[in-house]
């Protein structure tokens, strides 16, 4: 049953489409399907994109935006008032949601060309931007960042985060390729390769980045989706992760085996 006429939606997706073409508008807009205040009923988040070249949500046309499901089906914009509009964030691209800290509700991810950002659920139906306090914002400047998700990777009982990373990138350093004075998009080799980052859990809401200390810094790539599981049935969960294809890479998906074993018996 089509429940969209009884619901009030106005997200429609925004990637700031122009005669300038920018090489993350195709990218524009992840989903996560949850059930975000715990009322058995699953509920939906959209990220969404931003002006270019500001890289800001500079109207409402731009905003996040958080369906809750009502008990007949249909869907309510509660995007405002759980403080999820994220109308000081830039353009943003996936989102992983997963329960961080413990509590019970489902925390949210959100990856972006500049910062990315994480939200805590606070239980009553609202989310707080914990991101600078939490030490999981850290990355290279300029990262643009597609993907995200969360798996604990050294079995401690707390989730940690892999984030996919696809290049450097700001609309000024675009590149701007055309042909009879129409652009088009640039072929993704001509940017540069860059690692996923991993920020490991250490409780009470506080993450360390342990990119350099697990090894993925030395795994550059232009990393897009995630997928996390246990391929070696070892009680460890592995994580590949996978790029743009291209003419040269027409597999463009590689492993990254966890080692936090070894680490934990050190």
């Not at 807009?29 to 949500?57: C, L, S, W």
């Not at 509009?85 to 500049?114: P, S, T």
């Not at 675009?174 to 996923?196: E, F, G, I, N």
Request: net charge negative; charged share 25%.
């Amino acid at each position: 049953m089509n429940v969209v006429p009884r619901s009030k939606i106005n997200y429609i997706s925004n990637n700031s489409l122009g005669e300038r073409k920018y090489f993350p508008q195709p990218m524009c807009g992840g989903v996560a399907v949850f059930d975000y205040d715990n009322d058995g009923k699953m509920d939906i988040f959209f990220t969404n994109g931003a002006q270019f070249p500001e890289m800001k949500k500079t109207n409402p046309s731009f905003y996040n935006c958080l369906l809750k499901q009502r008990t007949d089906g249909s869907f309510e914009d509660v995007t405002a008032k759980a403080g999820l509009l994220g109308e000081k964030l830039g353009f943003n691209f996936g989102v992983a949601v997963g329960d961080y800290d413990n509590d019970g509700y489902e925390d949210l991810f959100l990856c972006a060309a500049g910062r990315n950002t994480l939200y805590h659920n606070n239980g009553d139906g609202t989310f707080t931007d914990v991101t600078e306090s939490s030490g999981i914002g850290s990355k290279p400047a300029d990262t643009l960042s597609v993907a995200a998700a969360w798996f604990d990777y050294d079995n401690d009982g707390l989730l940690d985060l892999i984030v996919s990373n696809y290049t450097f990138w700001t609309p000024q350093t675009d590149l701007r390729c055309s042909m009879d004075s129409k652009d088009y998009y640039c072929d993704p080799r001509r940017y540069k390769s860059v690692p996923p980052r991993l920020y490991h859990n250490l409780g009470n809401g506080k993450f360390e980045d342990v990119t350099e200390k697990s090894g993925l810094a030395k795994a550059p790539g232009k990393g897009m989706g995630i997928s996390i599981a246990d391929f070696r049935i070892s009680t460890m969960t592995d994580g590949p992760t996978c790029s743009s294809p291209t003419t040269l890479n027409p597999t463009p998906c590689s492993s990254i085996r966890a080692t936090a074993r070894s680490r934990k018996k050190a």
